[in-house]
Every structure is written in structure tokens, then in C-alpha cells.
């Protein structure tokens, strides 16, 4: 027995025969070389049979096998799977180039052997550190021993900084598929336990992958469906109506995926900018990224470079797994791309360095990407040339303020007559839905009379405070 555990044993089957009371035998990459699976297979034949146990080594570079001592008790093959399969897993990681688990899942079981859970796994392409993290944490929750840091885990540098980087960015198929529950607590200490969705799946139960991305809030934007956006009838002026649907042609053509399809919106405040952005997502079948200025700008210097750097790989990768159009929305954009200053003294370095940041990052980018701002004359003219559309959404016209006002709740409480010198008034989309929410809303109050209809139109801006209101009879 010393010269087998001195040497490198030949055969596992041999040496799992040849184990004595109290003996130990720690196996290494020469038990994987050539014939990882079918020594895989015999390792998990003999831990079904309850002779023997595992232990494995510091970063998964050694596996100790021994008698087990333990009084024999029944386990399913799956739990057991669960239990011992991480650390066979880790080990044939480290140890094997053959790294594919749908291999690794038949050396156990069979070809032919189904499961919810693992057909799960390879269902959904889990790549193979997201499983080796996904079986540590299964196995130490059927040992009621959750939750589990990452810290606890063996992991080499490599796939510490990989999977810590998941975490911290909300990415990778355990969390997009939610199967974990990962809590970030004093900056990177990750606390991780299975979901209601995983126990599911480990109980047999099937449950769909998960396509489609709900809204969802992170760092620096917001992850919004097409599904969850409102449809409104939007009413442009020709111009801006002949931009909606190009974009939303070549989206559909999927034109976007070898080109910048980069947009700058520009015009006053309330002419529907944003909104154009919205039904352009919903009418493509789109995921909006809506990203947050306030917390993209920091008064750290260099955060607010690194935050718009993070902001464009999170949508560069959303972009790459999902098979849906993916639209970043910047809105108020004059605050990232304003006009840089002289450098006259040290300070105006810094002011200049989220400029080249954004312009670089536009230099590059692949995909959707639509800008809007109040104030174009405060940004700076580099980025005219990094657009491919430019357009401005102005106060609307006569004959679209009728459209508007013609589909209007407002138009029941007034005659037409009232309603023709409405339309000759300057207003903005935003300030006639503005009115129409407080009409509704002081309605439920009481019937309104025609002073208090005339103050709110007149509070709102779409009536001269000379204007006489004709009600309808």
C-alpha cells in the first residue's frame, strides 16, 4: 500500500480495492490523463456504494479518497451527485482538458439518464465556472449550511476575479437565469444562496428559461421590456415622423448589428424626445437601457469615466445575449457631452477627460444609441460627427396640435369652436397630457365649472389668459 500511495497508482479501480481501514490515497492529474471519464465513472461508482469519501485539495490541485467511516445511509444519485459532484467536478477542471459537462454529466449517469436540473444546465449553456459555483452552493444547501460566501469557495486567482466580476456587474446565466441569489455586502464580499427557482429544479420541476428582461434597476440605468411600455399614438411634426420610421425600418431589418445606429434627439422640453425613444422600443420589440446621468456624473475624480466605460460594456453584453434589439437611451446629454474648456490650469484636465471618455466609447460603438438634450448649443461640437441622425423635435404644429387635441379628453368639455383657438396657441405635447391629468383628476372631486377650466388651461399654457372658454351644450 506505501508504494501505491508513494507512486502514482495505474489503476483507480485497483487502488479503491486495495484501501485498508484508516488508509488514504490522493490522487492527481496522471488519474485524468487519457481516461478522465471512466475514472470519473468509477470514483462515483464507489461513492454510490458508500465505500468511499472525498476530500479535495487547497484550489482544487488534489483529491483524497478514503474510507468512509460513517454508518451508510441512503442518498439518491442526484444528491449524491450534488454533494460529492462539485468537488469531482472542480477536480476534473483543474486536472482535465476535456472540460465539457454534458461529458462529465454521462460519465455519472449514462447517456440516457434525464434530469431536470442538469438538463437544465446544459439547456441553457451555463459555461463551467457559473456550474462549478451553482453545485457548491446546492450541495451546502442539502446540508442546511446556506448561505455560502464566496470567499469559502476554492478558487484559483483567475476565477475569483472572473466571478467576482459577474457579481458585481449582475451578470452571467446563475443570476440572468435566477438561480442564485447573490448579495454584494462591504464592496466585493459576495453572499450567494439558490433561488425558489433553483430549489424547483432540483425537485424535478420545470421551468422556462428566462428570455425576456423585465424592468430592472442597476447601478448606473435601468433595464425596461417592450412589453412593459405603454403603446401611445405619437403625433410629429414630418420631419421627426420620417426619422421614427427609419429607425424603426432598419431595426427591423437588423441593420443595426453591423452598424452605429447612433441618434441625437434634440428641442425644447416636453416635445416628446424621450417619448419617441419609448415607442420606438415598444413598436421593435426592444430592451430599452435607460441609463441615470445623476448617478453616471461623480465628483470623484475619474469615477464618472469609469462608470460611463462600465455602462458600455453592460450594454455591449446585454447586446451579445440577447437575440432582441437593444436601445441605449442617454437622456440629457449635454451633462456628459458639454463643451470642454482651455486648459489653464490643472483642474481643467480632469473637466476634459469625460469628454474624451464618451467620444472614444462612441468612436467604437456597435449598436443603438439615442441621445436627447434641451440645450444642444451647450454641447461640445466633437460629438456632431459621432451621430448619424441629428433631428429636432420642435413645439408641434397647427396640424399636428389638431391630431393631438382631436384625440384629447379635453376636446369633450369645450366647443369646437374654443378648441380651433386652442390649436392656434403654442403648447407642447407634455404640457396638454399635463392638463388633461389635473382635469381628470379635480373631476373626481366635483363637476368642474367653466372659470376653474379656463384657470387650468390657462396654468398649463394652452390658453391665452385673454381666451373665453365655449362649452359644449
Excluded at 439518464?113 to 462549478?132: A, G, P, V, W
Excluded at 442546511?144 to 486567482?157: A, C, G, Q, R
Excluded at 455602462?311 to 432582441?324: N, S
Aim: proline residues 2%; hydrophobic residues 40%; contains cysteine.
Amino acid at each position: 500500500m506505501n508504494s501505491i500511495r508513494k507512486n502514482s497508482v495505474s489503476s483507480l479501480k485497483l487502488a479503491i480495492q486495495k484501501l485498508a481501514n484508516q488508509e488514504t490515497i490522493c490522487l492527481n492529474e496522471n488519474f485524468f490523463n487519457g481516461h478522465s471519464l471512466t475514472n470519473l465513472k468509477c470514483l462515483f461508482s464507489n461513492l454510490k456504494s458508500g465505500k468511499i469519501k472525498l476530500k479535495i485539495g487547497r484550489n482544487s490541485s488534489s483529491l483524497s479518497v478514503e474510507l468512509n467511516q460513517s454508518s451508510n445511509v441512503e442518498e439518491s444519485e442526484l444528491n449524491l451527485f450534488y454533494k460529492e459532484g462539485y468537488l469531482l467536478f472542480s477536480f476534473f477542471l483543474a486536472n482535465t482538458t476535456a472540460k465539457k459537462f454534458l461529458d462529465f454529466k454521462h460519465a455519472f449517469f449514462g447517456k440516457n439518464f434525464q434530469n431536470t436540473f442538469l438538463d437544465f444546465i446544459i439547456s441553457n449553456k451555463i459555461n463551467d465556472l457559473e456550474i462549478k459555483i451553482l453545485l457548491y452552493v446546492v450541495s451546502h444547501f442539502l446540508e442546511n449550511d446556506h448561505p455560502v460566501f464566496l470567499s469559502e469557495i476554492k478558487l484559483s486567482p483567475t476565477e475569483h476575479y472572473q466571478i467576482t466580476q459577474l457579481f458585481i456587474d449582475q451578470e452571467g446565466k446563475n443570476m440572468e437565469q435566477e438561480l442564485l441569489n447573490v448579495k454584494i455586502e462591504n464592496g466585493i464580499c459576495a453572499r450567494i444562496a439558490p433561488t425558489k427557482r433553483c430549489v424547483m429544479l432540483m425537485n424535478g420541476v420545470d421551468v422556462p428559461i428566462l428570455e425576456e428582461i423585465k424592468t430592472k434597476q442597476y447601478d448606473f440605468y435601468s433595464l425596461i421590456d417592450s412589453n412593459d411600455i405603454k403603446p401611445i399614438t405619437l403625433h410629429y411634426n414630418a420631419s421627426n415622423r420620417k426619422l421614427f420610421d427609419s429607425l424603426e425600418g432598419v431595426i427591423h431589418a437588423k441593420k443595426h448589428l453591423q452598424h452605429s445606429l447612433t441618434t441625437l434627439l434634440f428641442g425644447p422640453s416636453g416635445t416628446g424626445k424621450t417619448e419617441f425613444v419609448y415607442q420606438l422600443t415598444k413598436n421593435t420589440n426592444a430592451i430599452l437601457m435607460h441609463a441615470d446621468y445623476t448617478k453616471i456624473v461623480s465628483k470623484w475624480i475619474g469615477e464618472s469615466e469609469k462608470n460611463m466605460k462600465q455602462l458600455f460594456k453592460a450594454y455591449h453584453t446585454i447586446a451579445r445575449e440577447t437575440d432582441r434589439p437593444v436601445i441605449l437611451l442617454l437622456n440629457e446629454a449635454d451633462g456628459l457631452m458639454n463643451k470642454r474648456v482651455a486648459v489653464n490650469q490643472s483642474n481643467d484636465i480632469f473637466s476634459n477627460q469625460l469628454q474624451a471618455q464618451i467620444l472614444e466609447l462612441l468612436e467604437n460603438f456597435k449598436g443603438i444609441l439615442i441621445a436627447t438634450t434641451n440645450m444642444e448649443k451647450n454641447m461640445d461640437k466633437a460629438f456632431e460627427r459621432r451621430f448619424l441622425f441629428k433631428s429636432k423635435i420642435d413645439f408641434p404644429s397647427v396640424e399636428v396640435r389638431e391630431l393631438l387635441m382631436h384625440a384629447s379628453p379635453i376636446n369633450q368639455r369645450i366647443s369646437k369652436a374654443f378648441s380651433k383657438q386652442i390649436i392656434q396657441s403654442d403648447w407642447t405635447p407634455a404640457q396638454l397630457i399635463n392638463c388633461e391629468l389635473k382635469m381628470e383628476l379635480l373631476s373626481e372631486l366635483g363637476e368642474l365649472n367653466q372659470n376653474e377650466i379656463e384657470t387650468i388651461l390657462q396654468e398649463d399654457g394652452l390658453l391665452k389668459s385673454n381666451g373665453k372658454i365655449g362649452f359644449r351644450c
